[in-house]
């Protein structure tokens, strides 16, 4: 798949079939994702695999409660995921088999672009793989609490960025039709 059609046809996929993925597919997209430019070439991202499925039951459990109790803003937008986070059998990794976790420290300024053009970079090789991802916003709120840290073993002063899930697509999600730009041009 070349670079165009990728960037085209990646959808956020949120139905997994249950066949794992490999490890070294996983080192692959790894691979694809340090791959991203990163500032003063610090390459300072770290990335946690996490394929436990009781571990990923828990987060999603936990990331859920706390959402519910601490964070109306993040939720304030959807509605719909409001009406989901209340429902005690959704999960919010869509029962994916692997969850990556890109972080890295939370002193640098430029934590949150390095983290996320590695994000996108992964996002992008999983889909020319044949593979689904989905940036899991839910789950950072309670990853970078204390015992989400301790949960995923990152050190203390990490910032986790991206939550990105990854498996076999059971089906194709319909195209998300995307809005105008706003463009200002300036000089000719
Ligand atoms: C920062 C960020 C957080 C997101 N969080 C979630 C999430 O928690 N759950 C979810 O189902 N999708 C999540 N998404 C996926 C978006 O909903 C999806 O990318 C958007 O609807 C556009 O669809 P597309 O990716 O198929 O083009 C997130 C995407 C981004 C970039």
């Known amino acids: ?7 085209y046809t990646r959808r956020a996929v949120r139905e997994f079939t249950a066949e794992p993925v490999d490890e070294k597919t ?3 997209l790894i691979d694809a994702a340090i791959q991203a430019p990163s500032a003063v070439n610090q390459q300072p991202w770290s990335f946690c695999v996490v394929r436990d499925r009781a571990l990923l039951a828990r987060i999603s459990r936990e990331a859920r409660a706390l959402l519910l109790k601490a964070a109306p803003a993040v939720l304030a937008p ?3 995921f409001q009406e989901l986070l209340r429902n005690p059998d959704f ?3 869509y ?3 692997a969850l990556i976790v890109i972080s890295s420290v939370a002193e640098s300024p430029w934590t949150v672009e390095n983290c996320s053009l590695a994000a996108e970079n992964l996002m992008l090789a ?15 709120l309670w990853i970078a609490t204390a015992a989400g840290k301790a949960a995923l073993n990152l050190p203390a002063n990490y910032l986790p960025v991206a939550p990105i899930i990854v498996g076999h697509p059971k089906s194709e999600p319909q195209p998300v039709p995307r809005k105008e730009p706003e463009i200002r041009w300036i000089g000719a």
Not at 1 to 7: C, H, K, N, P, T
Not at 127 to 132: E, I, V
């Open 95 to 97: 029962h994916a088999p």
């Open 26 to 28: 996983l080192r692959q």
């Open 91 to 93: 999960d919010i990794f």
């Open 126 to 140: 999983a889909r020319a793989a044949g593979l689904g991802t989905c940036w899991i916003g839910l789950a950072q």
């Open 78 to 80: 959807s509605p719909r």
């Open 1 to 7: 798949m070349d670079l165009r059609e990728a960037i």
